[in-house]
């Protein structure tokens, strides 16, 4: 760890973390460096560069800290609220820019499809979260709605309020998806079961349900593609 009577004051004008990104650009920044351009300040015995090592160093990597909430982000000596808050804003941001699609809608063709759109935010949940993709008469998602966290099962997963959602996004049809923590997609009795049941639901009201993807770590299963459905 860095000796915390090292202050930023004591480092040459052009090492310091602004004058080094509008010099050289971000992408020559560490990790270290922009969370404290974040930061903005240390404390009175403690550099910003400190207090940012402080936070990588507790939170061990960057997938960590992008799940830590502002009570787990306060407890690191030097951040209060207003630079937990901060730093929040800045994960949710950077989260919703990598996801954000161009202007033209993604089109779901495959379970490939899917695990593309979701796979790099959903594999290091660490609840299961059952989502729905509400797609459009070409494929092409509408919305995706994350509408159940928890242990999968048909007292949680009622159809009632996956088609409220398709109904209100004027949905054609509907691809359901959820995560395993473990990493291994592997479907269980009950999400085989959770599937038949909105499936029948679906075909009742007029709104199909193409799929149901499980999402693994970089792995995914598709139950139509099995046989499970």
């Known amino acids: 760890m860095t000796d915390s009577s090292f202050l930023i004051k004591d480092v040459p004008l052009r090492e310091r973390p602004r004058e080094k990104m509008v010099k050289e650009g971000p992408d020559r920044l560490s990790t270290n460096e922009l969370l404290a351009i974040l930061l903005r300040t240390g404390t009175k015995n403690a550099s910003v560069m400190h207090v940012a090592q402080e936070l990588l160093y507790q939170f061990d990597s960057l997938h960590l800290l992008k799940e830590a909430t502002i009570e787990e982000l306060t407890k690191v000596k030097g951040i209060g609220i207003s630079k937990a808050v901060e730093i929040r804003a800045a994960l949710e941001l950077g989260k919703r820019i990598y996801t954000y699609q161009a202007d033209e809608r993604y089109v779901i063709r495959s379970p490939e499809d ?50 409220k959602e398709a109904l ?22 009950e999400d085989i079961e959770v599937t038949k049941r909105l499936i029948e639901c679906g075909r009742i009201i007029g709104i199909e349900v193409l799929d149901h993807v499980i999402i693994g770590d970089r792995q995914f299963i598709s139950l139509k593609e099995k046989g499970c459905i």
């Not at 660490?126 to 993709?133: A, I, N, S, W």
């Not at 998602?141 to 509408?147: A, D």
């Not at 209100?168 to 009795?189: E, F, M, Q, W």
């Open 114 to 163: 899917v695990s593309r759109y979701v796979m790099e935010e959903m594999r290091f949940l660490t609840q299961e979260h059952f989502v729905v993709l509400c797609l459009n008469t070409k494929n092409q998602v509408l919305h995706r709605q994350t509408l159940f966290i928890g242990s999968l099962n048909s007292s949680i997963v009622h159809p009632r309020e996956l088609f």
């Open 168 to 189: 209100k996004r004027s949905a054609a049809s509907v691809i359901c998806l959820h995560n395993h923590p473990s990493g291994d997609p592997t479907p269980s009795k």
